[in-house]
């Protein structure tokens, strides 16, 4: 199976990033990380591609001045590595039109909740306030809108009456870390076919 050209944006410390490193250096997913991409000098996520031989860039949005500004930064870079797949892993800025248009259903991104309920920066925190008795995972096309793109795969994550909001997360990233290579594998084979708000998943040949 030819290996897809992916990016990588992060703007923490990339533990959704490492899980798809290790499955693409263990064979288990057909891709090639050619970069990783923060919003955040400080992320960590950057010195995890660097430690794997991976081109890491940090885009600093404030002198671009504008989001779209900032985008144009970005796709100069997914442009020089001839980017098929861009993977939002925890990047915490909303995409405008520019890049969404760009890579139209190329785009999907991990959120820690399972949509459309808990939308936003705080999946893990909301619904733990909120006091659901079951949360989870969601992977998700992404469109115009903050995490209301056509969902890919979703995955449950029950909180035990024991639970700790600490546990609770800590057992919810280890779901992550399974469902997004998985959803990207997906990808990677053609099995993903949207119509209109569904996402289906073909068989395998």
């Keep these: 199976m030819k290996k897809t050209s992916i990016a990588v944006l992060i703007?923490?410390?990339g533990t959704n990033l490492q899980s798809i490193i290790d499955k693409m250096e263990s064979g288990h997913l057909p891709v090639v990380v050619r970069c990783v991409?923060?919003?955040r000098e400080s992320a960590l996520g950057?010195?995890?591609a660097r430690k794997h031989g991976i081109s890491a860039y940090f885009v600093d949005p404030k002198p671009c001045g504008s989001r779209d500004a900032h985008e144009v930064a970005i796709l100069e870079i997914l442009d020089k590595h001839d980017v098929e797949l861009v993977v939002l892993a925890g990047y915490m800025r909303l995409l405008t039109g520019r890049m969404i248009g760009r890579y139209r259903n190329r785009i999907i991104n991990i959120h820690p909740a399972l949509l459309p309920s808990f939308p936003g920066t705080d999946g893990y925190g909301d619904?733990?306030?909120y006091g659901v008795k079951v949360s989870?995972?969601?992977v998700h096309f992404v469109d115009e809108g903050c995490d209301t793109g056509p969902i890919i795969?979703?995955?449950v994550n029950p909180i035990e009456p024991d639970d700790t909001f600490e546990s609770f997360r800590e057992r919810g990233l280890k779901i992550e870390h399974g469902v997004l290579p998985e959803a990207i594998r997906l990808y990677c084979e053609g099995r993903l076919r949207i119509e209109g708000r569904?996402?289906?998943i073909l068989p395998k040949e």
Excluded: N
């Design 153 to 155: 795969l979703q995955r």
């Design 37 to 39: 991409i923060s919003d």
């Design 46 to 48: 950057l010195e995890r």
């Design 127 to 129: 619904a733990w306030r």
């Design 136 to 138: 989870g995972c969601t």
């Design 198 to 200: 569904k996402v289906q």
């Design 11 to 13: 703007s923490g410390s």
